[in-house]
């Protein structure tokens, strides 16, 4: 599950909206929440300790999302990567001088 997904999953869970959200984790607003949810901002740590706090998560289980969504959003980026280098890049050779005395 991606984290944005576990977010909101354990906000709905709580039974809070996403402005509860953003004021109990403090000085948030709730476009930020949503942002998150949607995937479109990442939570910095420091957000995320404080959803640990309000949606009752353990750090272990929120440090387990975050290590799995970060693997996750590396992997994305090299696939991309790797499609995006055309064949005949990536088969280049740099070719090797030899001095022969």
Request: proline share 2%; glycine share 2%.
């Amino acid at each position: 599950m991606s984290l944005k997904s576990f977010l909101k999953e354990r906000r709905h869970e709580c039974a809070i909206t996403q402005t509860e959200a953003a004021e109990r984790i403090g000085d948030l607003s709730c476009q930020f929440i949503s942002q998150i949810e949607l995937g479109k901002s990442k939570a910095p740590i420091t957000v995320l300790k404080g959803m640990c706090r309000v949606y009752n998560i353990s750090s272990a289980e929120m440090l387990e999302q975050y290590v799995e969504d970060m693997v996750l959003s590396a992997r994305l980026e090299a696939e991309r990567l790797w499609y995006a280098c055309p064949l005949k890049k990536r088969l280049q050779k740099k070719s090797a001088t030899f001095f022969y005395f």
